[in-house]
């Protein structure tokens, strides 16, 4: 069942890009927290959204927010990609789908593709905001405005 505006953000753990061993409980209900899902590493949408979060990352963290970006690639993938676009922010590998799956996190494009879903939640780890669209660049403001508003 998908998680809606209201709900608590999930306690999940995964592998972060470089391996180690990210717990969401050190974030959620301590900081307000952007988690990101996109369908994968290197590709044009994929990495134009990556990249807006970057050039507006010392926004968020102005506001106190934390970005955080899931996808179902490997840490290693995770790795070269944040190195090659000096992502400053948390990747995590959801190699088995288990994180999208705890979200809700719909398919699209006819279900071929994994969904790109932006939830924001704020300081006690409660929903905000909920942006489900392919434009990839489009979730970065959606994200801003919404920590703006805490």
Known sequence: MALIIGDKIPIFSAKDANGNNFDSALFIGKKPIVI???????????????????????????????????SSDSSSSHQKFSSQYKLPFILLADTDKKIRELFGVPASFLGLMPGRVTYVANKEGNITMIFDSLLATKHISKALEAIKKM
Do not use: H, M, W
């Not at 990101?36 to 926004?59: H, I, L, M, V």
């Open 36 to 70: 990101y899902f996109y369908p994968k590493d290197n590709t044009p949408g994929c990495t134009a959204q990556a990249c807006s979060f970057r050039d507006q990352y010392e926004d968020f963290k102005d506001l106190g927010a934390e970005v955080i970006g899931i």
